[in-house]
């Protein structure tokens, strides 16, 4: 490791150090590698501590702990949202109080980009939704970790109406990360508030939601960004389609004034309830009524257009879609993708992400789409179940995070494949690649989750103990 480890008190203040870590990623919801060490003596060549903060999907969730009532919670979640692997995560989250307590006296590490795997330059890019928790300066180091040549965060709390500005120096050290770590931002796409619904016919509740986005646009433009991804909303069962089409686009267009350059990129949905966009026709209707058609584009969440009747498991069926997409939309609007394998089967109408090439999508589906020319040099954005290490971790960068690096360096070794005649693709052993890493992550997660159960179990009965011992003595005081 050739770094150099440079201990800054301007990024100590501005990165969420191990004590605040857990606060934060509760906060935020998602899922974080903050580049924090722990203890000092950080040095070349010696293992860093670095803090990893744990995400739990639905489906680890689902698949890893046993309990129920966290199971429920993080299905109402999935149901709610596409960002299934980044959702549930509150609900695993260790209670904020256990984790404020300081570990030992932590330097922050500044890491360079010899410290993470190198990124093949590729026109396909690739890479996860990662944690900003800690701030957003920490999304690049998550990605760079990873080996990711895109990626996706959130700006703000993304359940919460209200979130604290952007400070000064969180906005110098992310503009300053992306240029160091070469990522370019036509390949960092944040992902919009859950909250916001511009087509809600309700004109309190549309102004509340229409603040809110146009935060997040200037949130964007503060960051030097020039992508920014959001449901395009609902008519929540009042009026018809069409005139929450229209509120959309009478919002974007409104937005687009208050702001100067962010491009305002709807993404395709499932569709339950009345939820719009889970069709191209809604989304062209949209956009027909922008007035500037240079800030306006398209992102197809791969297991959103398969729920909601698209059938992309060959290449015919990828070609058809796209041929659809072309027509209602237009190819040139499409400015990013998130790929994600779906657990619900073909116009299911389920909005249940899955880890690339293990759901009802299969490898193939993803191979055909990072060998597309149309999706070149565009984000595509993994929101698959994370399985993250445990909460409060020692690890060292890129340790506990296979799954989503290995699906990463999947795709990444498929991206072009096609076009160069490798002999090596192996669609089943490369599926396989992805089945271990989850397989041996939802297993330590499992362990975990059984580890932290006995823990408490264990503490609760000290405390019993202490309690009935403290009893004790005060009845022997009586005596
Ligand atoms: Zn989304
Ligand atoms: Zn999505």
Redesign the pocket.
Do not use: I, R
């Given at each position: 490791m050739s770094s150099t480890v440079r201990r800054s008190s301007r990024l100590a203040a501005s990165t969420s150090l191990a004590a605040t870590a857990v606060v934060e990623a509760a906060r935020t919801s998602c899922v974080t590698v903050t580049a924090v060490a722990q203890s000092s003596s950080s040095r070349a060549g010696q293992t860093r501590g670095v803090q990893y903060q744990a995400s739990v999907s639905e489906d680890d969730i689902a698949d890893a702990l046993a309990g129920g009532r966290q199971k429920k919670r993080a299905r109402r979640a999935s149901a709610s949202?596409?960002?299934t692997s980044l959702e549930a995560e509150s609900s695993k989250v260790a209670p904020a109080k256990k984790t404020k307590k300081p570990r030992k006296k932590a330097d922050v590490v500044e890491f360079t980009p010899e410290d993470f795997p190198k990124r093949p330059d590729l026109p396909w890019k690739i890479g996860p939704h990662v944690s900003a928790a800690g701030g957003v300066q920490n999304a690049v180091l998550n990605a760079a970790s990873l080996g990711a040549t895109a990626f996706a965060l959130f700006l703000k709390s993304q359940r919460k109406w209200d979130s604290a500005a952007l400070t000064p120096e969180s906005i110098d050290s992310f503009k300053k990360r992306l240029d160091e770590f070469g990522y370019d931002c036509r390949h960092v796409m944040p992902?919009?508030n859950?909250l916001i619904n511009l087509g809600n016919p309700d004109d309190d509740k549309r102004a509340k939601s229409y603040s809110c986005f146009v935060d997040d646009l200037k949130r964007c433009e503060q960051l030097g960004l020039l992508l920014y991804?959001?449901?395009p909303g609902s008519s929540v069962g009042q009026g018809t389609m069409e005139n929450s089409l229209a509120l959309i686009a009478e919002c974007i267009n409104r937005a687009h004034k208050e702001t100067d350059r962010v491009i305002t990129v709807i993404?395709t949905?499932v569709g339950a309830g009345s939820v719009v966009g889970s069709k191209f026709s809604e989304i062209g209707q949209i956009i027909a009524q922008v007035e500037d058609k240079s800030r306006v584009g398209v992102?197809i969440?791969t297991c959103?257009v398969f729920s909601a009747g698209y059938d992309i498991r060959t290449k015919e069926g990828w070609d058809a879609t796209m041929a659809e997409f072309e027509r209602d939309i237009g190819l040139n609007y499409l400015r990013g993708m998130?790929i994600n394998d779906s657990k619900a089967p073909l116009a299911s109408r389920k909005d249940r992400h899955e880890n690339i090439g293990l759901g009802h999508l299969g490898l193939r589906a993803f191979a055909h789409i990072v060998n597309d020319a149309r999706t070149r040099d565009i984000p595509l954005i993994l929101?698959t179940p994370a399985f993250a290490p445990a909460a409060g971790a020692q690890l060292r960068p890129g340790e506990g995070w296979d799954v989503w690096s290995t699906e990463v360096r999947v795709l990444q070794r498929l991206a072009g494949a096609y076009e160069r005649a490798d002999e090596t693709v192996d669609l089943e052993a490369w599926t396989d690649e992805i089945r271990a890493a989850v397989k041996k992550a939802s297993a330590k997660a499992a362990d975990d989750a059984a580890a932290k159960k006995q823990r408490v179990k264990k503490r609760a009965k000290k405390a019993k103990g202490e309690d009935e011992d403290e009893a004790g003595d005060d009845s022997c005081e009586e005596l």
């Open positions: 949202s596409d960002l992902h919009g859950y991804n959001f449901h993404e949905m992102c969440d959103h998130h929101e």
